[in-house]
């Protein structure tokens, strides 16, 4: 009997224990439901204030950018610390043009002004690519006439006349050659790294000079006929290069010329640089010579020759072709003119 009443006590005491093992293992998964739900919530609360920040409109950084003004970089001229020749070279330095020769108003029995356009693209015309760097700099003749303003050593005019009236000064060109600055919106990372508050601000772009826009170039001239001489004079006044306007899709749309230089102003600056010579290297010429010796192919645009209206060939000829064969036209009688003087 006692043994029983043992059994009986120690059986109490298991189920006693296993209940309390039970009633433990349940309080710490309870309590981690509670944890678990309130991150829950916390994470739902996160979320809707994220979508509250992305329905309003974005933050926009109201300090404007700094203003800056188009720079015309023509590129750093690094000269040669060695004799960068197989011979001594001082005939380019010390080249002096030679002074025109005198004609006498009532010598000049004839007259009359020409405008030519010279395409860089011809074949002739090849020099005026030349994209090579010398001591002097870049042998573009673009970067020469731009290398020369610059400087000071000439002075440019407003293409507003071709009379040389108007002074235009380097920082009015260099908005023609680069544009205006373009201002325009973009994510500020410093302050929005992330891009959540889509804090935006100001970005200044400024384009930068492409020599490659300059394919065309305008020389103003005049056809003197000495009567004491007895000789036909060209004498270019001056130069104009065009720069091409393209639409948006790439295509040509014009050209227009960004400013004139006096040419007998530039002789003594052109005789100091050398035009390519793809045959001979060493047999170049300077600038001033390819000018005066006539290198260049170019078509006449518009002349004083039965021109009352002081009108472009392309004001009152459409046609391309036959704007060509006007201009062969002028050629002819002014040779013409020449050619009857003489009595064989």
Same mark, same amino acid.
């Given at each position: ?47 809707? /204030?994220?979508?509250? @920040? ?7 950084? &109201? *300090? =404007?950018?700094?203003?800056? #003004? ?81 400087? /000071?050593?000439?002075? @440019? ?7 040389? &009236? *108007? =002074?235009?000064?380097?920082? #009015? ?172």
């Amino acid at each position: 009997m006692k043994n029983r009443i043992i059994q009986f006590c120690l059986l109490v005491a298991v189920i006693g224990f296993s209940a309390e093992g039970v009633q433990a293992q349940r309080k710490p998964s309870r309590t981690s439901s509670k944890r678990t739900s309130t991150k829950k919530t916390s994470t739902n609360k996160n979320n809707t /204030g994220n979508a509250a @920040a992305l329905t309003q409109a974005p933050a926009v950084d &109201t *300090t =404007p950018a700094a203003p800056v #003004e188009p720079e015309l970089k023509l590129g750093e001229t690094r000269k040669s610390l060695r004799n960068d020749n197989a011979i001594e070279r001082n005939l380019v330095k010390e080249r002096i043009p030679l002074s025109y020769e005198h004609i006498r108003e009532d010598d000049a029995v004839y007259r009359q002004r020409l405008w030519r356009e010279i395409d860089v693209h011809e074949k002739m015309n090849l020099p005026f690519m030349y994209k090579a760097d010398d001591d002097n700099g870049n042998q573009r003749f673009i970067n020469i006439l731009l290398g020369s303003l610059k400087s /000071g050593e000439i002075t @440019a005019f407003n293409p507003v006349d071709d009379r040389f &009236t *108007t =002074p235009i000064t380097l920082k #009015e060109i260099t908005k023609q050659l680069v544009g205006e600055p373009l201002t325009i919106q973009v994510p500020d990372w410093s302050k929005d790294p992330d891009g959540s508050l889509g804090i935006l601000k100001d970005s200044v772009i400024v384009n930068e000079f492409n020599p490659e826009e300059v394919e065309k170039y305008w020389v103003k001239e005049e056809v003197v006929f000495d009567k004491e001489s007895s000789r036909l004079h060209v004498r270019i006044l001056g130069i104009a290069p065009l720069k091409t306007i393209k639409n948006t899709d790439g295509s040509f749309r014009a050209v227009t010329p960004l400013f004139w230089v006096y040419y007998p102003d530039m002789r003594p600056l052109l005789a100091r640089y050398e035009a390519y010579n793809g045959k001979n290297f060493g047999a170049r010429m300077s600038w001033e010579e390819l000018f005066e010796s006539r290198m260049f192919a170019s078509r006449i645009i518009k002349s004083t020759l039965d021109n009352p209206g002081d009108q472009f060939i392309e004001a009152f000829i459409k046609d391309p072709i036959l704007r060509l064969l006007e201009g062969e036209n002028i050629k002819e009688k002014i040779f013409n003119y020449e050619q009857d003087l003489w009595s064989y």
